[in-house]
């Protein structure tokens, strides 16, 4: 793993193409949506955000019998609709999203049981083959702890269900999946240290990064702010 990055201006990539697709992913409040309201605006590209509002989240928090499924098959249907209504060769402007459609078997493996997730399995291989992959993505990490002080400062109702548990499961599912991740190039941005929502010098630091290309998989260790 390379070592912690410098103030220093990088050198300029001549022969850079920027990437037409990018994707910023990673766990519940690590400034995924953020970060990629920030580089749409950057380089005046189309966005495709995840979904926001799904009906049956609210019940699967509850813990409702059969509400995590339904929650599941809304998130793959609408994260497949969203990805296959904007497509990279559609336009001359780039493309930033917030979420990968395949992170989405990140939660079904995580809630759904196993006669559940071999329904689930049926849809998604169905759905998969339609989906672009990105140019670039960008996996945003950070511990278990550090996201739990976002969830609870961010304050949203229906984050108030989640346990410290869960949220650790989860962080340990991304890690997991990104450490096998080779469907495109991966940026690996360690968060713990930064919050470039609530510090502008952290977010232009990383914005500098984003500027030079990116091969294979590349990690990129801030050297963040004090307190």
Same mark, same amino acid.
């Given at each position: 793993?390379?070592?912690?990055?410098?103030?220093?201006?990088?050198?300029?990539?001549?022969?850079?193409?920027?990437?037409?697709? +990018?994707? +910023?992913?990673?766990? +519940?409040?690590?400034?995924?949506?953020?970060?990629?309201?920030?580089?749409?605006?950057?380089? !005046?590209? @189309? /966005?495709?955000?995840?979904?926001?509002?799904?009906?049956?989240?609210?019940?699967?928090?509850?813990?409702?019998?059969?509400?995590?499924?339904?929650?599941?098959?809304?998130?793959?249907?609408?994260?497949? /609709? @969203?990805?296959?209504?904007?497509?990279?060769?559609?336009?001359?402007?780039?493309?930033?999203?917030?979420?990968?459609?395949?992170?989405? $078997?990140?939660?079904?493996?995580?809630?759904?049981?196993?006669?559940?997730? $071999?329904?689930?399995?049926?849809?998604?291989?169905?759905? #998969?083959?339609?989906?672009? #992959?990105?140019?670039?993505?960008?996996?945003?990490?950070?511990?278990?702890?550090?996201?739990? $002080?976002? %969830?609870?400062?961010?304050?949203?109702?229906?984050?108030?269900?989640?346990?410290?548990?869960?949220?650790?499961?989860?962080?340990?599912?991304?890690? !997991?999946?990104?450490?096998?991740?080779?469907?495109?190039?991966?940026? %690996?941005?360690?968060?713990?240290? +930064?919050?470039?929502?609530?510090?502008? #010098?952290?977010?232009?630091?990383?914005?500098?990064?984003? @500027?030079?290309?990116?091969?294979?998989?590349?990690?990129?260790?801030?050297?963040?702010?004090?307190?």
């Amino acid at each position: 793993m390379p070592g912690r990055s410098s103030n220093s201006n990088s050198p300029r990539h001549p022969s850079f193409k920027a990437p037409r697709y +990018i994707v +910023i992913e990673g766990p +519940i409040r690590v400034g995924k949506s953020t970060l990629a309201r920030v580089l749409a605006e950057q380089l !005046h590209a @189309r /966005r495709v955000f995840d979904c926001e509002h799904n009906p049956f989240l609210g019940a699967f928090y509850d813990e409702a019998p059969g509400a995590a499924f339904k929650a599941q098959l809304y998130f793959l249907y609408e994260r497949h /609709r @969203r990805l296959i209504e904007t497509r990279p060769e559609d336009g001359p402007a780039p493309i930033v999203g917030d979420f990968l459609f395949e992170k989405d $078997k990140i939660f079904a493996y995580l809630n759904l049981d196993n006669e559940e997730l $071999k329904l689930y399995e049926k849809y998604f291989d169905m759905l #998969a083959p339609s989906v672009p #992959a990105p140019d670039l993505t960008i996996y945003l990490q950070a511990k278990p702890d550090v996201l739990r $002080k976002r %969830v609870s400062k961010k304050g949203e109702p229906s984050e108030r269900e989640i346990s410290p548990e869960y949220l650790e499961a989860v962080a340990n599912a991304y890690e !997991h999946f990104f450490f096998r991740y080779s469907a495109s190039n991966l940026l %690996v941005v360690d968060t713990t240290e +930064i919050d470039f929502v609530e510090r502008n #010098a952290d977010l232009q630091e990383l914005l500098r990064r984003l @500027r030079q290309p990116v091969k294979g998989t590349q990690y990129f260790l801030p050297l963040g702010a004090p307190e």
